[in-house]
């Protein structure tokens, strides 16, 4: 049965989720997710119609945006409801529906109950509890939280098994935020049809109208929803500041993110404000974003003029002749508000902000060294590797870091496609693409790794919080199903 939200917004959008996804001519306008701080039950449920995956919340199939301030925990009850059957396939066969919970980039602690994904697993009918202690010095900004089970993260992510996490207090390096207003953006998919209505709608929709782009072969598989709709309408006078914070929730398509004739004011990437490590550097304005999947971006964006009609959409991304179409297409049009009261402002943090200024000295000499680690992407027919290793559960740890250290890792891509990096309770600096060094360095928690290519990086690995066993890798969830993973001990 619909939910009385869903409903609603059938009516004037396609939705992705539970039923088939409805036709209308008509555009929504950007849906809110609802919003909890303080504990809360989330479940897992089975759509009795599709068959699919998904969370419920307060009586609807609308993940909720988790909102903590640095300091205090997220308790989440987590109830496996999945049905027992499942219709799904997971990495070549049924998936049998067990389920957890990742909290990418909070540091904390990898171990039981917090962001452990290696013992912490609900089958159908069991419960997990989550206390997450974030800690006081979390960067504030826009995290998020998904499924990881291992060979079944791609189906439940793509079922849309995710939500964005606020750290409050982003206001407190750029007091103006408080009274822009602030929209939450999630960024999943829904799948389009091999042939058919469905199909031509929503590719004319998104104006998908050159599918080609870059060396994939393939034919378009999904369109990016934002909050569940397909390309709603974003409200925003000529000339008004607004806050955008955006997670890419695919579990595969890149978003290069771009809006006509305009630009982003960028104030963090990947929940880290600019200003945390380096206290001078307030924002930075870009033409346009690319966010790997997990990537996060938040930015001030400023409506354009009366009468300009603006889209906020994704450019081509090339992911290299073995990767995964991911073409040009709108996510949503800018239109004038219809009115002018009720906006909707970001939560106040009267805080100090905390700034954790890291002696150049200590980022030069990580530089300076040889790789104490280098991963290596491979791939053939039967799986997806690092350094030749394909992920069980059973896995030994790939290596163990001693915890208060910078250390300079190298990951490379020996595939003809791209994958983007990642590394559970761990930030780090992106100094170095294909061996020569950025203008501009990126503190980063998900990092793409382009084509035959390699990234450098600094680990920090200082924080004493993340002890215990962690995991690192890709970020395109099926790759990650199929063995591109690893564990880490830090000790
Ligand atoms: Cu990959």
């Not at 393939?218 to 607004?242: C, D, K, S, Y």
């Not at 305009?262 to 929940?271: I, K, P, R, T, Y």
């Not at 964006?301 to 603006?310: E, F, I, W, Y």
């Not at 990767?323 to 002018?340: C, F, K, T």
Request: charged fraction near 20%.
């Amino acid at each position: 049965m619909l939910s009385r939200m869903k409903r609603a917004a059938l009516a004037v959008a396609v939705i992705t989720g539970t039923s088939a996804p409805s036709l209308s001519a008509q555009t929504a306008t950007l849906p809110e997710p609802p919003q909890v701080s303080g504990p809360f039950t989330l479940e897992a449920v089975t759509d009795p119609v599709s068959g699919k995956s998904q969370f419920r919340y307060d009586g609807h199939d609308i993940p909720p945006v988790v909102r903590v301030r640095p300091g205090e925990d997220i308790h989440i009850e987590y109830i496996n409801r999945l049905s027992r059957d499942s219709k799904e396939k997971c990495v070549m066969m049924p998936c049998t529906n067990g389920t957890n919970l990742h909290f990418h980039g909070l540091h904390v602690s990898p171990e039981k109950p917090q962001d452990d994904v290696l013992t912490m697993s609900a089958a159908p009918g069991e419960t997990l509890r989550y206390t997450v202690e974030v800690p006081r010095n979390q960067p504030p900004g826009l995290y998020w939280y998904h499924t990881h089970q291992h060979m079944e993260s791609y189906r439940q992510d793509l079922d849309g098994m995710s939500g964005a996490i606020v750290v409050e207090g982003i206001d407190r390096y750029i007091p103006e935020l408080r009274g822009m207003e602030e929209r939450i953006m999630v960024l999943r998919d829904v799948e389009l049809d091999e042939h058919g209505a469905q199909r031509t709608m929503l590719m004319n929709k998104v104006a998908m109208l050159t599918p080609a782009c870059g060396h994939s072969s393939e034919q378009p598989e999904r369109v990016l929803t934002i909050n569940g709709a397909v390309r709603p309408q974003i409200e925003i006078a000529p000339g008004e500041r607004q806050f955008w914070r955006i997670v890419n929730a695919s579990p595969d398509l890149y978003a290069d993110l771009e809006i006509d004739g305009g630009s982003f004011e960028v104030v963090a990437l990947d929940g880290m404000p600019f200003a945390f490590h380096d206290p001078g550097t307030r924002s930075r304005t870009l033409g346009h974003v690319l966010l790997a999947p997990a990537g996060r971006m938040e930015a001030i964006v400023t409506g354009p003029p009366a009468h300009h009609r603006s889209t906020f959409h994704t450019r081509c991304f090339d992911t290299g002749s073995d990767g995964d179409p991911n073409p040009a297409m709108v996510l949503a049009d800018i239109v004038p508000r219809s009115d002018r009261g009720g906006l909707r402002t970001m939560v106040q943090d009267s805080g100090t902000p905390v700034y954790e200024s890291i002696p150049a000295a200590a980022i030069h000499s990580a530089e300076d060294a040889e790789p104490r680690f280098t991963a290596v992407f491979t791939e053939d027919k039967s799986g997806f590797y690092i350094n030749g290793k394909k992920f069980d559960m059973e896995s030994p740890p790939m290596l163990t870091v001693d915890i208060g250290s910078y250390q300079h890792w190298r990951v490379m891509n020996r595939t003809n496609e791209v994958h983007p990096f990642h590394i559970h309770q761990v930030h780090f600096l992106v100094y170095a693409a294909n061996g020569t060094p950025l203008q501009q360095t990126e503190w980063l928690d998900t990092v793409n790794v382009p084509v035959e290519g390699s990234v450098d990086l600094v680990m920090d690995f200082t924080d004493p919080v993340i002890r215990g066993t962690s995991l690192f890798h890709c970020h395109l969830l099926n790759h990650e199903d199929k063995g591109m993973m690893a564990k880490v001990v830090f000790r």
